[in-house]
């Protein structure tokens, strides 16, 4: 593929005026979340490495996703009830009102639960707002360019979190290291926020759809049915059906490999030249993971056009299969390094394909509850995975076992997914 063609296929992606119009939203609010969570960097919670052993490192990651895994599938019956326009401005106005509060509580030295519960309710809506994202984007561009456009708006939207992450660093210099300069540091995050807000405002009502609305007129009703109402779209969905399996092997090997990773980082490895261990080992391993989801999200497109998701997603699951068989079982710094590149390579293929299933085969008036239930599942799949390593992995980390097993699961999801894609589709008698 020439460069002209490439910067042509961009342009014929940023074509819709509404897609350029969301992009910039999730922008923006990612920006914000970039700068928010750094700007708590120093913060516990979001500090494994300062976690006392396994246990309460998976304690940490458990507390972090389980409480909107458990919140989402009922808040994805809302983003299929509610103007999704209307959802976007709300949630992100709320936001803003959550990272001020939390903001406040880092500036009075506010330690433990409460600042934690605070910053988890700024992730919770974040959360919530990225669903009602994924389930708007059919609406702003045409299905031929379904899958680009999720990758394009998955792969710069980690980006830009990233680059909120440098900017919190950098005002944290200007503003100071103590309670105070945190403060004002996460606070700076409400601008990314309010950004988000009024950008989505532009679009007019019904712009992002449902379309259609299948729920019955009592809410709590329509609320507390949500879970099952995705789950039985998903199960009558081939392909959305093997693309869940095929993450739910992902999220048990990522989660398996995850939390040996720390262990490693932070009671065996060393430094090895420029390869550091402990905290800055973790920072290097964030960007390798980056630019893996980068490179994912710039192949997905062509790969998906070329092979058809089906090939994709099973090689995704090979790829990582091999990069934790052939890379992180050795369990020296180098290759480790370089398997959370090529593991984060292969979680984006998967990823976006199974996105994209959801996008193209689910109906307009049920996916925000697809999204929602595909949110939680494998949150609350990984966790069980890190927990489960927890239980069973020596201290150092150094445990060549578990990672032939989350080899293993990669293998089984790839048979499994290529089983499910192959079963002939039942009709309704």
Partial sequence: MTAGTERSGVRELLAPPGFRRLLLSRFASQWGDGVYQAGLAGAVLFNPERAADALTIAGGFAALLLPYSFVGPFAGAL?????????????????????????????????????????????????????????????????????????????????????????????????????????????????????????????????????????????????ARGLADGARAVLRTP?????????????????????????????????????????????????????????????????????????????????????????????VLPTVLLASFTLAVAGQLVKLCVDAAIQQDIGDEVRGRVFACYDALFNITQVAAVVATAALAPLDGRAPGLLLIATAFYGVGALGHLAVTRAPVRTSE
């Fill in 79 to 223: 983003l299929d009830r509610w103007d999704r326009r209307q959802v976007l401005v709300v949630a992100n106005l709320l936001r803003a009102v959550a990272i001020l509060m939390s903001a406040l509580s880092v500036g009075l030295g506010t330690e433990g639960v409460p600042l934690f519960a605070l910053a988890l309710v700024v992730m919770g809506i974040s959360r919530f707002a990225g669903c009602g994202l994924s389930a708007s984007l059919p609406h702003v561009v045409p299905p031929a360019t379904l899958v680009g456009a999720n990758a394009l708006a998955t792969t710069l939207g980690s980006i830009v979190a990233v680059l909120g992450g440098g900017c919190a660093i950098a005002l944290r210099a200007v503003l100071g290291q103590d309670d105070v300069g945190s403060a004002c540091t996460a606070a700076c995050a409400v601008i990314g926020s309010i950004v988000a807000a009024v950008i989505a405002a532009r679009f007019a009502r019904g712009d992002l759809g449902p379309s259609t609305v299948d729920e019955p007129a009592v809410a709590v009703l329509a609320v």
């Fill in 239 to 331: 392909t959305v059906r093997a693309g869940f399996l095929a993450l739910f092997a992902h999220r048990v090997g990522f989660g398996i490999s995850l939390l040996l990773t720390v262990l490693l980082m932070r009671f065996s490895f060393t430094d090895h030249g420029l390869l550091r261990a402990g905290l800055p080992g973790l920072g290097q391993l964030a960007l390798l993971a980056g630019a893996g989801l980068l490179l994912g999200g710039l192949l997905t497109p062509r790969l998906v056009a070329r092979f058809g998701p089906r090939r994709v997603i099973t090689a995704g699951l090979l790829l990582a299969a091999a990069s934790i068989a052939g890379l992180g079982l050795p369990l």
